[in-house]
């Protein structure tokens, strides 16, 4: 744990670094403009596209409404702890995820595997956006392109919805098409073929890169466009343009809502994902899948929360935020699981089919489910452009917290270079955007979906999970629950609550550990299409590659710090072998070994001072006058130090002295009253036979001096 005093140089350090930006001529770091500035930027931050896609079919696949227990457990357990502990940590350094570890310098690793994983999340979560682009300028025609099968992207496999439903009402399951059976599961709808074959134009495996698909390219071109304009203030052009991302969203879910429970079917759907299967609750990967979806749901340790808050006034009421999003987000989860089941019972009910042969999750629910729907309504052109419209505000609404959050860390650390004036802040943003297009870009290939879903499938799980272990213990324990504490009371006024204490020393870190364990044993490679499509051995590598990334950083830092400390001395120093190696016997120790004895050996009192040679340096043995007790002092030196044993009568060996000076050596030997002197070291013969302040008078002044016995070749000891 850490101390009281470790707390002060810490709060000394952020303090000194903070007022230290804008100080030299350069930019001032920037603040929230208000309170609520603040909280929709984190409820934009967290509420994303995965609120949509991933929440309401995890919770029909994981019992329906009996999910909600394990969710909302979770919740509590690791989600609002974790977000207040990261609110709390934000604030008071007033850092980005990078220097905020002059908290514990040796594990700033986790700066930069925050980092790391956000920044992968951010490459292919801008992709996402640049696909919902695209359906945006789709959608801006008379009759959605997707709502037939007569493009040149169609195949024979084609089936529009009226088709699909005349097979479930004739009881239909298989087809012929050109003198072959085709089962009805092998069938395609119009929404799939336009995704995947037209706007994706996706090729048979991840080892056919093919080309880069320009217009795809153009549309992510233009979401990173956006993100760097709104960002080329920082969280000055943030902070109001939240007000547009984080409110619009839920207008127009609302709309979308309204518009699908008017639909038939609709109350077919939303029964369907309510209705609770108690069963599933005995079923551990249900409470893994809580658990982890607590991590995408709230967007914790990914640095993310800790840069947003880092721009808050010190006393600001973190509790209340820490309440307040993390709710907001939940309800909003189960807000949009109406939206998106009410069309799914409605097109269930068109094909004739159950809704469990409709429902879908991730881009399977966004870009082929939903559409399909849309085409069947109404003024469908408009549904379709106010859906995809939605989805990429509350893309866009993450993403641009994500950018941030990689930009103010790299700019606290280097805030001498990156916040010296506007220009310079201006082209760090415009290349770090450009540079995070062109990394990007292989997502928009022919084979680009590939890497997406590996990008998708590794970077969420085992990174977040490791980085969240590891912040708890770096704070709660090694910078010390204690001092974290007090840190809270000088900014709050109060110390957190009991119930935090018990969560971030105990429950939080054993429910993510246990998560991690989870995860590791429901383990599959990924896959698409529900199994029809399986990642090649060294595809999945590439996956695990990805993972590397995100946290090698982690053990390079703690390596390094280490060395840098004099780690690497110690491990050098104890790793050779000492004055005890060699053959045993005396007899047998020559050539380097030679008239280097082992401890056990008793040396003739009478020998003189003598340098024994090996392999060229030389080693020296010194007598001196003896205590009541004892038969003699041996004390040999190496590498320029003398280390001191006396023996005993019955010849065992009891280690009492230390490693010093060899010119000092006797002032530390029995029957000197210097003890630990303070010494100096002596370079000339001259210098040698001068008294070092022990009384001792008996010096043997033909000794060799430090001028004459070279260092020993820490090779052989």
């Known amino acids: 744990m850490g101390s009281d005093k470790d707390a002060a140089s810490h709060r000394s350090v952020a303090s000194s670094k903070a007022a230290a930006v804008g100080q030299d001529g350069g930019m001032e770091r920037g603040a929230w403009g208000g309170k609520l500035e603040f909280i929709l930027t984190c409820i934009g931050f967290a509420v994303g596209l995965g609120n949509v896609w991933r929440f309401p079919y995890l919770l029909y696949k994981s019992g329906g409404g009996a999910f909600l227990i394990p969710f909302v457990i979770m919740l509590f357990i690791i989600g609002i702890p974790l977000f207040h502990l990261e609110l709390n940590f934000g604030q008071f350094a007033s850092l980005g995820p990078l220097t905020i570890w002059n908290i514990s310098p040796i594990m700033k690793g986790l700066g930069f595997a925050m980092i790391s994983t956000n920044l992968c999340v951010a490459l292919y979560y801008n992709v996402i956006i640049s696909w919902c682009l695209y359906y945006v300028f789709a959608s801006m025609t008379d009759v959605l392109p997707w709502v037939d099968c007569d493009n040149y992207w169609n195949t024979e496999y084609c089936y529009t919805t009226a088709e699909f439903a005349n097979l479930t009402a004739e009881n239909i399951t298989e087809v012929f098409i050109n003198n072959e059976t085709v089962p009805r599961g092998k069938l395609k709808s119009p929404s799939e073929e336009y995704y995947y074959n037209k706007v994706l134009q996706m090729s048979d495996g991840v080892g056919s890169s093919g080309t880069i698909v320009w217009q795809l390219a153009l549309c992510l071109l233009l979401c990173w466009a956006i993100v760097f304009f709104v960002l080329i203030k920082g969280i000055g052009s943030l902070g109001k343009v939240v007000y547009f991302t984080s409110l619009f969203p839920y207008v127009l879910l609302t709309i979308m809502l309204i518009r699908g429970v008017t639909l038939e079917g609709a109350a077919l759907g939303i029964e369907f994902y309510l209705i609770p299967d108690w069963e599933k609750l005995t079923d551990p990967k249900v409470w893994s ?79 082929v489910v939903y559409p399909e729907g849309l085409a069947t309504m109404p003024i469908a052109p408009l549904w379709s452009i106010l859906f995809f419209i939605m989805m990429m505000i509350l893309g866009l609404s993450s993403m641009f917290s994500m950018v941030e959050c990689v930009f103010s860390a790299f700019m606290d650390e280097y805030p001498g270079v990156l916040r010296k ?272 302040g022990s009384g001792d008078e008996g010096e043997d002044k033909s000794r060799p001096t430090s001028d004459h016995v070279q260092p020993f070749d820490t090779t052989i000891f």
């Open 289 to 367: 899948d809580a658990a982890t979806q607590i991590f995408y749901a709230l967007s914790t340790c990914t640095g993310g929360l800790i840069a947003m808050a880092s721009y808050n006034d010190f006393h600001n009421n973190t509790l209340r935020d820490s309440l307040i999003v993390p709710i907001v987000n939940v309800l909003t989860s189960f807000y949009a699981g109406f939206v998106i089941f009410s069309v799914l019972g409605y097109m269930a009910t068109v094909k004739g089919v159950p809704v469990a042969d409709v429902a879908a999750d991730g881009p399977g629910l966004v870009f």
């Open 421 to 692: 004036s506007y220009w310079h802040t201006a082209i760090f943003r415009a290349t770090g955007c450009l540079c995070f297009y062109l990394v990007s870009l292989p997502m928009v290939t022919n084979g680009g979906f590939y890497v997406f879903t590996l990008f998708d499938t590794y970077t969420g799980n085992f990174p977040l999970l490791v980085v969240g272990l590891l912040e708890l213990i770096t704070i709660c324990y090694i910078y010390g629950y204690k001092n974290f504490a007090e840190d809270t009371k000088m900014m709050l006024g109060k110390k957190p609550n009991i119930v935090f204490a018990i969560m971030w020393c105990g429950l939080s870190p054993l429910a993510v550990l246990m998560i991690i364990v989870m995860t590791a044993i429901y383990y599959s490679p990924p896959t698409l299409f529900s199994g029809a499509y399986v990642f090649p051995s060294w595809a999945e590598g590439i996956g695990w590659v990805i993972v590397a990334f995100c946290l090698f950083m982690l053990p390079v830092v703690f390596l390094y710090v280490m060395c840098k400390e004099g780690a690497y001395k110690i491990i050098k120093r104890t790793s050779q072998p000492n004055e005890l190696w060699g053959p045993a016997s005396e007899k047998n120790r020559t050539g380097r070994f030679e008239r280097i004895r082992p401890e056990s050996s008793l040396f003739d009192p009478d020998e003189k001072d003598l340098p024994w040679k090996a392999d060229g340096h030389t080693a020296l043995q010194t007598h001196q006058p003896l205590p009541q007790g004892l038969n003699y002092v041996r004390a040999v030196e190496f590498d320029g130090r003398v280390k001191t044993h006396h023996v005993d009568h019955n010849g065992g060996v009891e280690n009492k002295a230390f490693d010093h000076d060899h010119d000092h050596h006797k002032e530390n030997s029995p029957g000197h009253e210097g003890g630990h002197a303070d010494h100096h070291s002596t370079t000339s013969s001259s210098s040698s036979s001068s008294s070092s």
